[in-house]
């Protein structure tokens, strides 16, 4: 028996922020980051909110991959406001340390009242980059900085009750973040479409999303203020995120997390780095995994008359993608040097098979397997 579900509601298209209108009479926290404040893009809600009327609080201590104790903060933060409403606006880690703070702020409440329901707040997202897709989806990424690792935290306690994609604030993202983002919902494609989970409703969205990244990415990494190309990739980089968090994920996810802990490679980057080689893992032996990356390449217009050609039109494809927009194609030249990687290949590739996305992928891994992929993708 297979599960579909979706309880965000998407408001989308320019001038999408106009949605805040509505909201009246609810105490807000606005979750975000220095940058969001700097660019005066928190401006855009607060306006709002004071011409209706809303009480605001802002927390805007988020630093890229959110750590635990900025999770403390934000939580400490928002246990003395007491909201009735929460606003997270900025890229993934803005949402992620957002839906951490609120997770764990109604189970501490939770563990000190005992099974008396918590009230959540009326969660709002507000992505302003087109990647992780982490406005409708159950997962949080937080990173323990003591232990050097990456722990992604799943409950459908934290999905938002709604998510404002207005393109106008992804406009100023420089064209790198643009390439590393987009081709983050390209793995998030990629992924759902062969997870074990998937099913015909997450396909229908991997194709669409698939075919929009493929589309509109290198139009906007060449010409940011190309607002239609904005507006389609942020509603590729949310169809995505639907597809991920019915279907799952898999070892790109997983590995791309344990890299990133390791050497600080952005996110979008290390799955970028990693796609091709598991697109090639995930192929090998495992004729439905090969049967449905040729789909995606026929879908596409690719070379497809084999399910073999199918595979190496895609992943032709991604490469030439990847050019195009300067992505690395080994870890080597995303600047790790040999001897540190070397040094943590195998502490990275337990981590990896540890990693809760691994449970997913299409074909069942051991660290051998992951050694031998991290090892491929260092010098191609």
Do not use: W
């Not at 975000?32 to 201590?61: A, G, I, P, Q, R």
């Not at 990687?341 to 051991?366: H, Q, W, Y």
């Amino acid at each position: 028996m297979n599960r579909f579900k979706e309880k965000t509601e998407i408001i989308h298209g320019i001038d999408a922020i106009k949605y805040l209108e509505t909201l009246k009479g609810k105490r807000a926290c606005i979750v975000t980051d220095t940058t969001m404040v700097k660019l005066k893009m928190v401006d855009k809600v607060t306006e709002v909110f004071s011409n209706n009327d809303v009480e605001y609080e802002v927390f805007s201590e988020v630093e890229p991959d959110p750590s635990f104790e900025i999770v403390h903060k934000g939580l400490k933060h928002i246990m003395k406001n007491k909201p009735k409403l929460l606003i997270a606006i900025g890229g993934g880690s803005a949402i992620d340390a957002a839906k951490a703070i609120m997770y764990f702020c109604i189970k501490m409440k939770e563990n000190l009242i005992g099974t008396e329901e918590i009230p959540k707040p009326f969660f709002v997202a507000i992505p302003t980059t087109s990647g992780t897709g982490s406005e409708v989806t159950s997962y949080s990424v937080i990173t323990d900085k003591e232990k050097q690792t990456k722990i992604p935290i799943v409950d459908d306690l934290m999905v938002p009750d709604v998510a404002i994609l207005d393109p106008n604030f992804t406009k100023t993202i420089p064209p790198a973040i643009t390439a590393d983002t987009g081709l983050d919902v390209l793995t998030h494609c990629l992924e759902a479409y062969v997870a074990k989970n998937a099913s015909d409703f997450t396909d229908a969205l991997v194709e669409k999303a698939v075919t929009l990244v493929f589309q509109y990415l290198i139009k906007a990494y060449e010409n940011g203020s190309d607002i239609e190309a904005r507006e389609k990739l942020h509603n590729a980089s949310c169809m995505a995120g639907i597809a991920f968090n019915n279907a799952g994920l898999g070892i790109n996810h997983s590995m791309a997390h344990s890299l990133g802990s390791y050497f600080k490679i952005p996110h979008g980057r290390s799955n970028a780095i990693l796609m091709t080689y598991i697109i090639a893992f995930n192929s090998s032996g495992d004729n439905k995994a090969k049967g449905k990356y040729a789909q995606l390449a026929k879908h596409m217009g690719l070379p497809s008359e084999t399910d073999e050609q199918g595979v190496l039109s895609l992943i032709e494809a991604i490469k030439i993608m990847k050019q195009a927009m300067n992505i690395p194609a080994t870890i080597e030249a995303a600047g790790v040097d040999s001897e540190s990687f070397k040094r943590d290949l195998e502490a990275m590739s337990k981590m990896a098979l540890k990693d809760i996305c691994t449970a997913g992928n299409p074909k069942e891994v051991s660290k051998e397997d992951l050694i031998n992929i991290y090892l491929q993708a260092y010098e191609g």
